[in-house]
């Protein structure tokens, strides 16, 4: 797969075939290096290639979203390779079982927050070996003993002489060495790269445009199609009438694929205009009576009754019987778009001998299944290049607009490229599910808790895409439940699956971002039904959870919490585990009379283990915090017909920058193996505000987005 080169990226795109997005060279050719005497390749694994000329290229497995995957994996492996990082570039992966994700049973998937934390040792020992192969290499070129050589910065030292061979120089020997299966890896201390504040090696061509997102590529003789879905869940084509249709100018042919009836045209526009001028008949089938009361109602009575037990320890049911004081809540979630910046689109070239697809995915994998299954092709004659992705927050998992693009590219025998329109995105998305969650405390005489009961009622995503049986526990529907960090004696969590027809997918932290909020907001009432400050009241729970207690701490001590905060302002304080990191917040909040609630600062504490670039994590999290209040201050997706009554960000509103807080970022010092940290931002944002609304008015938020009617003085 050939890199693609800087001068394509700047005329914006590539023929198909060509390499367009398939890699990302980066900071090559900075440094002149002498004449190597290497004639080929060293190519010790997947991951690495070290060329004649002392460029070192590094494989990047996973999508680049915005979250620093392709700087992060290139830090990892240069320095155990002790590269010179001058001469590193880095190649965006093709689809491959060798590039699969450890964490997700070798499917090539960028989720999870598994990127660093599935394969940091994998990305280190490929390092580390290929760095011992060009010592030994070098050892036999001098004929001195392997003890007496050491790599540094890109070249092998022999101490005794001072004799020095590039990397690129011994390419061709240290290839006909056997890899070593057990290579010496650093030690903390020896770090070069691993938790230093790196420059992130796609800012340069994000900054000035080059870099090539799926919406950018280009192809010779390509088309553009858009698709006309049915408005309801779950509808088909019933017939349609193209005729107004084709006469747009630049509308070449209208098809009926899968998903609904696809325009495709000369342009986007032509395609629009083409689109707006059909006459399509559904057939809405029986989600057309769907609507949001409809479905609360349903979770309210399916909550009366018991659900599949994911954990227990205890007798909660016992202790809430004899309890001197019972506390009971309930809490909702709603529903909820990803909204990504760069709309849903992909590109496909089908021909008898091969396919090729360039998308902006997180999930290769599937990608390439997806193009195989209509094609009928092979899977070597299917090539997926990965552009980057203008965000994918588990949206771009999914496929469907894979399924369009190989659908029409094979049916007009041209490649294709679909784009989605914003309104398509947000009535067409996969949602993050709606929950209802019952929750009962019981409380000893000193407002202790002595047993926690949590019902959560709500479509599963692993159930409804048939990977769990129905009656069972949906792992990704109690995340911030089941793990409840809390010393409380007596706990029990169940959850009940209900499939209402909305197609439900995996969003930014799963069902981490709507648990946290439900568990942290009711660990506050308990506290203040016990008499005793928020945070006082979760350290002393949190004995036995160090990091979760560490974060706390931290937190509170960074925001000033002891300290009141500036007259008007109320803070409220929220901690979760989520995808290998622990995360506290404290948000300082002003509720007006009319109810509108602005966040004014949030103080955010992190420990991820090793941070391989703290900056990096300071931006994640700064990222999941704006993710995690645009859903809390506003995210909500209702449903009336069996239609999305939301179509654009006029009545799905995105935080914008008048309403952005001063955000601080505390990064905990440690050499613990790294945790995730695309999501663990998300889930403390809301409780810790609506935490500060209570603290603020006296009243509870217990279902979201805040609603500033129901926070109105009176």
Known sequence: MRPISRRALLKGGLAAGAGLAVGFPLLDGRRPVRAARATRVFAPSAWIRVHPDGAVVIVNPHSEMGQGTLTSVAMIVADELEADWARVRVEQAPADPAYGNPMFGGTQLTAGSTSIRGSWMLWRRAGGAAREMLVAAAAKEW?????????????????????????????????????????????????????????????????????????????????????????????????????????????????????????????????????????????????????????????????????????????????????????????????????????????????????????????????????????????????????????????????????????????????????????????????????YNVLRAALDAHGRPMAWSHRIVGPGLLIQRGMVPPHAVDRTMVEGAANLPYGIPNLQVEFRHRDFGVPVGFWRSVGASQNAFVTESFIDELAHAAGRDPYEYRRALLGRASRHRGVLQLAATKAGWATPPPPGRHRGIAVAFSYGSWCAQVAEVSVAPDGTVRVHRVVAAIDCGVAINPDQVVAQVEGGIVYGLTAALGGEITIQNGRVRQSNFHDYPLLRIDGMPAIEVHVVPSAEPPGGVGEPGVPPIAPAVTNAVFAATGRRVRRLPIRADELKRA
């Not at 021909?351 to 290769?364: A, K, L």
Request: glycine content about 8%; some cysteine.
């Open 143 to 435: 004929d001195a003993p392997l003890e007496e050589a050491h790599a540094e910065h890109g070249a092998v030292h022999h101490r005794p002489t001072g004799r020095r061979l590039t990397y690129g120089e011994l390419a061709d020997r240290a290839a006909a060495l056997p890899v070593p299966q057990n290579p010496r890896l650093k030690t903390p201390d020896q770090f070069r790269l691993i938790g230093k504040r790196v420059p992130r090696l796609d800012t340069l061509d994000k900054v000035t445009g080059r870099a090539v997102y799926g919406i950018d590529v280009r192809v010779p003789g390509m088309l553009v199609a858009t698709v006309e879905r049915c408005p309801v869940f779950g509808g088909t084509v019933a017939g349609f009438d193209a005729t107004r249709a084709l006469a747009e100018p630049g509308v070449r042919r209208v098809i009926k694929i899968g998903s609904g009836v696809a325009v495709v045209a000369d342009s986007y526009w032509a395609a629009r205009r083409g689109r707006g001028a059909l006459a399509v008949r559904w057939d809405e089938g029986p989600s057309a009576r769907l609507d949001s009361a409809l479905i609360a109602r349903t979770c309210a009575e399916l909550a009366q009754q018991p659900g599949a037990v994911a954990r227990r320890h205890g007798n909660a049911a016992r202790a809430l019987r004899e309890a001197p004081r019972v506390l009971e809540a309930v809490y909702e979630a709603p529903f909820l778009a990803h909204a990504t910046m760069e709309p849903m689109n992909c590109t496909a070239h089908v021909r008898p001998d091969g396919c090729d697809v360039w998308v902006p995915t997180q999930n290769q994998t599937r990608t390439q299944q997806e193009a195989m299954r209509i094609t009928g092709l092979p899977r070597e004659r299917v090539r997926v290049h990965t552009t980057f992705l203008g965000g994918g927050f588990g949206r771009r998992s999914e496929v469907d607009v894979v399924t369009d693009a190989v659908e029409i590219s094979k049916a007009v025998g041209a490649p294709v490229k679909v784009i989605w329109s914003r309104e398509d995105d947000i009535r067409h998305d996969y949602y993050r599910p709606a929950t």
